[in-house]
């Protein structure tokens, strides 16, 4: 036994040194790793993860809001490696393969109304790209050549390639990039929580055709939103609101894009966040969850309308890549399906979202607590410094709060979600869909004092 624990710690410590010297990691301060420990995640078993030290933890994040059907599906391996021993790869660009085929058709009786032309991807800032360049090329070939604007909203994430960074509305992620591709524009979102000075929750649908009209109606090629906006912490729209904006898009003639690379899959209870709110975009975006993230894999699912055009003579989408549709992704990505319907995943989120709520909303006794916010298995608690005035943190506050002691204790007690200042401070939380009241109760078990615990440090810091 204890030459068995003395090679794991030697395994670990030798993946802790090479990780330092060769990985680099995404989004990540490299530098805070220098005299500590990386988290190295080596396993992982239904709504939980392992690390090297052998420490379990809850995945409240879902790793990054995709691993929907939670870890260890042998199933979904299964179904890779099956593929994988019939055809290995072969392209789209200019030929099929029968999983391909399969799954398109799959995701086109899932999507809302007249989606039915599904062009792959492998990832989500690939599915934007896709989108953002489809809606140029559409405009063009029926004649608006001038449309090339795209409309986003404020600290909204919509992917790191440039065209895709273009429509983020997070100055952090755009300023070391800049300049960036032109015809990025941007409109308030919808956090409630905090409106803009003078505006209600029903004007804001309208800032859409303001801002369309401001940049001249000839010129606006799309409007791309989410059915809930995650960066910032997880905005719900107002009612009517998608109602509201797709009228815009029909009478300025303008694509509608919904960004579902998180929201799609169950993540709010429905297939598509767009079935939620009761809206028909002309394009959805989608990657994460596709899969359960047992393979890197997105699409763009595309109205028959929009698509239309591509379909006769000469005419194509001059656009695509490599691994887009790949057979063995595909396959995982219909055995993913397959298993959410035959397990009943989207019921577990309908029967149990109320219960993660009520559970979010019981934490409001924390002083530190001003708004919870949310839909489905996707929610955040904002932070405030002054519950009874909701007054927010400086810059400074914010980074003692999130990355000198939330991000490390949370983690520490055994539960990963994501504390995150992109606009103010929250902490993110968006578990397997195969969750319940039992992961509920393990959250709270570490959030209470955890949050409590922060309002009396940055208090005591500040007396």
């Given at each position: 036994m204890?030459?068995?624990e003395?090679a ?7 993946l ?9 990691m995404h989004f ?11 988290p ?5 078993e239904g ?6 030290k052998?420490?379990?933890?809850l ?5 990054l809001?995709c ?7 042998a ?7 099956d ?5 290995g790869?072969?392209?789209n ?11 398109s ?9 007249d ?6 991807t ?9 989108a ?5 090329q ?16 404020d600290?909204?994430?919509?992917g790191t390639?440039?065209?895709?960074l ?5 100055t952090?992620?755009?300023q070391?990039f800049?300049p960036?591709?032109?015809g ?16 209600s ?14 940049e001249?109606?000839d010129?606006v090629a799309?409007?791309?939103?989410e ?11 107002p009612?009517g ?15 509608m894009?919904?960004?579902e690379?998180i929201?799609a899959?169950?993540r709010?209870?429905e ?12 394009i959805?975006?989608t ?11 997105g699409?763009?699912?595309v109205?028959?309308r ?7 003579g ?5 656009h695509?890549f490599?691994?887009?549709g ?18 009943g ?6 029967n ?27 929610r955040?608690i ?13 810059d ?15 983690y520490?007690?055994?539960?990963i ?25 393990e ?8 949050l ?12």
């Amino acid at each position: 036994m204890a030459s068995t624990e003395e090679a794991q710690r030697t395994e670990a410590s030798t993946l802790q040194e090479l990780g330092r010297r060769h990985l680099w990691m995404h989004f990540t301060r490299m530098g805070a790793y220098a005299d500590q420990d990386m988290p190295i995640i080596t396993r992982g078993e239904g709504c939980y993860v392992y690390d090297d030290k052998g420490n379990r933890y809850l995945d409240g994040l879902s790793a990054l809001f995709c691993v929907n059907i939670g870890h260890g599906r042998a199933d979904l391996v299964q179904a890779g490696a099956d593929q994988a021993k019939e055809l290995g790869f072969y392209t789209n660009w200019s030929y099929a393969h029968p999983r391909a085929i399969e799954l398109s058709a799959r995701i086109a009786g899932l999507a809302p109304g007249d989606l039915n032309r599904v062009f792959f991807t492998s990832g989500g800032s690939e599915a934007v790209e896709s989108a953002l360049k489809l809606s140029r090329q559409y405009h063009k070939v029926t004649g608006n050549p001038l449309k090339t604007k795209h409309i986003a909203r404020d600290i909204a994430y919509h992917g790191t390639s440039m065209g895709a960074l273009s429509a983020t509305g997070i100055t952090s992620l755009r300023q070391p990039f800049e300049p960036l591709m032109p015809g990025g524009c941007h409109v308030p979102n919808t956090n409630t929580f905090r409106l803009p000075h003078g505006m209600s929750a029903s004007d804001l649908a309208d800032t859409v055709a303001t801002r369309i009209e401001f940049e001249g109606p000839d010129t606006v090629a799309a409007v791309i939103m989410e059915p809930v906006q995650n960066a910032g912490g997880c905005y719900t729209p107002p009612e009517g609101y998608f109602q509201r904006v797709r009228e815009i898009c029909d009478y300025y003639n303008v694509l509608m894009i919904s960004d579902e690379v998180i929201c799609a899959w169950g993540r709010l209870g429905e297939w598509f966040g767009a079935q939620r709110y009761d809206y028909q975009p002309d394009i959805i975006t989608t990657a994460k969850a596709l899969t359960s993230a047992y393979a890197p894999m997105g699409a763009m699912i595309v109205s028959d309308r929009v698509a239309e055009p591509f379909m006769h003579g000469a005419e194509s989408f001059t656009h695509g890549f490599t691994f887009a549709g790949h057979p063995v992704c595909a396959a995982i990505a219909l055995a993913n399906l397959d298993a959410m319907e035959r397990e009943g995943i989207l019921e577990n989120v309908r029967n149990h979202e109320d219960d993660f709520e009520t559970m979010l909303e019981s934490l409001r006794d924390i002083p530190i607590v001003g708004d919870v916010r949310g839909a489905g298995y996707f929610r955040a608690i904002e932070l405030v410094k002054d519950q009874d005035t909701d007054e927010q943190w400086s810059d400074e506050e914010s980074e003692t709060l999130l990355r000198g002691f939330l991000s490390g204790e949370l983690y520490r007690r055994g539960l990963i979600c994501r504390a995150d200042d992109r606009g103010d401070p929250v902490i993110q939380l968006s578990p397997p869909l195969i969750a319940g009241p039992k992961q509920f109760e393990e959250i709270e078990a570490i959030l209470r004092p955890v949050l409590t615990e922060a309002h009396g440090r940055m208090h005591a810091h500040h007396a």
